[in-house]
């Protein structure tokens, strides 16, 4: 059977997905896949909402990898999307191929941190760890080693017990420490056994931080898709960057030797000479004061207290001139971890030789990650310190980001001899992927837009209203159009409203002036719950109206009439004034290009695409989109912005979506009135 074949009218895909229609779009993305695929070429693919993009990649990588005897790894940004491929789409696959006698093996995997390991689970339960701290903690184990005896894998998330973190970390994998084939618990490594399904896999789910970070090396593939690879870059940015906070190296120093409990690695070990141990606990009593002593430096140095925000909770500065701060850390780190290298001559055990090893291993990384913070010598990354609240108390952090990687991504995913599909639903800017491949380093590529098969012209409405000044040259006088504006929209829109903002500022002006209107709907403000709570309440509202920033912008699905409004406030530029946008936007200045052009704007337009395609996500979804800013209209670069987004009819005034709102309602309202 031919792969346009199973995706046709007549094809078994009906008989398998309820409600399946023939997208020509699902089609041309599934053949551009397969041809990818076949001639081992680098494709990018930009798929429009509703085409039905992980059936159109998965199908054509199922058959190419069966027929081919060869393996690929798909590699997608969120949890949420994992699960989706697994529990849902995988499976549709395979019954699709099962129906024409092709049998297609399908496995998850994460890092190795994610797994239960069964030698630290057990060493922890027969009291040769010191962490456990109450009978609630000695039940959890109880029940989790009579749970691991019947188990087919030892992921953390299809563990179906509540496994409180700390608790957690004393018994996931350790790669560092594991004993492998010459540990107790060899034969029955829930693990291992993960590998094996992995290694038998003809399509294998990853996600990027583990694709970038590095697969096991025992896992050879022979092609790449990535999804959701619009974060791509970020991912990149995250794996190959340095966050060091006072916690961290808390953490590592307790786990050496806590001072408070007499805890850790080295009170464990007996055989530990007494003499060296206590040279150990002295080091660490002054390195707790040391390590406190160097991140106030770094934030009474950098003005951080004085610059704190108390809107966006957190103040950030960069550090341009090496050793901002002395340094009187490093050196003792290093006796601590030189210390606990002599401890190796003193282990009783394969096992604690491994742990011993794995402890001065992070020592040395925290030194060279604090050094390579002070020494701030590469013009490459971006250095800076950020003051933050977390858990209701300020917290300073280091930071040391690279500005461009795309040469690592090219060496890592590009450069490499197997086909890569690169796959989103926003990827371009302006018609083209210029800004994209620049951004992770992407040179000769196919490429193709899909347009989404939805009708926008029937079921979407735009209005962009006249009279508000310009943001960048009137904020102020912006501020108060955009307060006013909003607190009235409320009353023309009978479903469920998005407020997408770029202020902190600006989005609480709005909710104290919605809220003191006395509305009567449910309003849900993004900072008074996580995010996910945030959504699924504004789901069950029906009608709520939610008020949000960054997270919101993108990867949020709600259909339906729950969300019949989606508000830009701003065009998204991003702010100007952060350090890693500061160190980019000079990092184009010395490769003699025009920062805006080739960055700010792309990176916004991509961004505005993002929050408008929140509205629209099944065929039978109709709303408003309103976008406040008027440089849509007065700036040059506004048809940009306009010419990135489905083209769909244009309303003048509120009264006009009301009228919108009437007749598509009028339109589904079955015999007995009620709204379907």
Avoid at 130 to 136: P, Q
Avoid at 270 to 297: C, G, M, N, W, Y
Wanted: with cysteine; aromatic share 8%.
């Amino acid at each position: 059977m031919e792969l346009s074949d199973y995706l046709s009218e007549q094809g078994p895909l009906r008989d398998i997905l309820r409600g399946f229609s023939p997208r020509p779009q699902q089609t041309r993305m599934a053949q551009a896949v397969l041809s990818g695929l076949i001639h081992g070429q680098k494709v990018i693919i930009e798929a429009g909402t509703g085409v039905g993009k992980s059936l159109a990649y998965l199908l054509p990588s199922a058959i190419w990898a069966i027929e081919n005897k060869k393996k690929v790894v798909i590699a997608t940004y969120t949890k949420a999307l994992q699960e989706q491929l697994i529990a849902k789409d995988l499976p549709v696959v395979q019954r699709l191929l099962k129906a024409n006698g092709i049998d297609l093996n399908f496995s998850l995997l994460m890092g190795s941190e994610n797994y239960l390991c069964l030698q630290r689970l057990h060493r922890t339960l027969e009291g040769s760890s010191d962490l456990l701290t109450s009978a609630e903690q000695q039940e959890v184990l109880n029940n989790l080693a009579s749970w691991a005896d019947k188990a087919a894998t030892g992921l953390r998330n299809r563990i179906s017990l509540d496994v409180p973190a700390e608790l957690w970390e004393s018994i996931n994998r350790d790669a560092d420490i594991c004993l492998g084939k010459n540990g107790p618990y060899w034969e029955t490594c829930l693990y291992r056994k993960d590998i094996n399904r992995a290694r038998a896999a003809h399509i294998l789910v990853v996600n990027q931080h583990l694709l970038l970070a590095g697969l096991p090396s025992w896992l050879d593939f022979d092609a790449l898709v990535i999804d959701e690879a619009h974060n791509l870059e970020d991912v990149a940015v995250s794996s190959l960057g340095v966050t060091l906070s006072e916690n961290k190296i808390k953490r590592l120093l307790d786990d050496a030797f806590n001072i408070k409990t007499s805890r850790g690695l080295i009170p464990r070990i007996k055989t530990i000479p007494p003499v060296l141990r206590d040279e150990i606990k002295t080091h660490i009593t002054q390195a707790h004061k040391i390590a406190s002593d160097f991140f106030v430096a770094v934030r009474d140095k950098l003005r951080l207290v004085q610059d704190f925000d108390l809107a966006l909770g957190s103040a950030s500065k960069r550090v341009l001139e090496p050793r901002v701060i002395e340094d009187h850390l490093t050196s003792l780190l290093e006796r601590i971890g030189l210390s606990v290298q002599k401890c190796l001559a003193h282990s009783s055990s394969k096992e604690e030789e491994n742990q011993l090893s794995a402890l001065s291993k992070r020592y040395l990384e925290i030194i060279k990650q604090i050094r390579r913070f002070l020494l701030c010598e590469d013009a490459n990354y971006a250095y800076w310190a950020e003051l933050r609240t977390i858990r209701k108390k300020p917290a300073t952090i280091v930071c040391v980001k690279p500005v461009d990687v795309s040469a690592a991504l090219r060496e890592m995913v590009f450069e490499k001899k197997f086909p890569v599909i690169l796959t989103s639903a926003t990827l371009s800017a302006n018609q083209n992927f210029d800004h994209f491949k620049q951004r992770v380093g992407a040179l000769e590529t196919k490429e193709l837009i899909v347009d989404s098969p939805f009708d926008y012209k029937s079921n979407v409405r735009l209005l962009i209203p006249h009279g508000f000044p310009d943001p960048s040259a009137q904020p102020e006088d912006y501020d108060r159009h955009a307060v006013e504006f909003c607190s009235r929209l409320v009353d023309y829109v009978p479903g469920g409203i998005f407020f997408l903002f770029t202020s902190w500022k600006t989005l609480k002006s709005v909710a104290g002036k919605i809220r003191s209107r006395g509305v009567r709907r449910q309003i849900f403000m993004q900072g008074e719950e996580l995010p996910a709570k945030l959504l699924e309440n504004f789901k069950a509202a029906k009608n709520g109206i939610l008020l949000g920033t960054d997270t919101f912008w993108q990867g949020v699905d709600v259909p339906g009439p729950e969300l019949s409004c989606v508000v830009i406030t701003k065009l998204p530029f991003i702010p100007p004034d952060t350090p890693l946008e500061q160190s980019r936007q000079e990092w184009y200045v010395r490769q003699g290009k025009d920062a805006f052009k080739n960055y700010i704007l792309p990176r916004a337009v991509i961004k505005f695409r993002q929050g408008f395609g929140r509205l629209i996500r099944t065929q039978t979804d109709f709303g408003v989109v309103i976008a406040l800013d008027p440089r849509i209209r007065t700036k040059k670069y506004g048809k940009v912005f306009l010419k990135s987004i489905p083209a769909c009819p244009e309303v003048k005034e509120l009264k006009d979506i009301a009228q919108f709102f009437s007749e598509k309602n009028e339109a589904v309202k079955p015999p007995n009135g009620n709204i379907l």
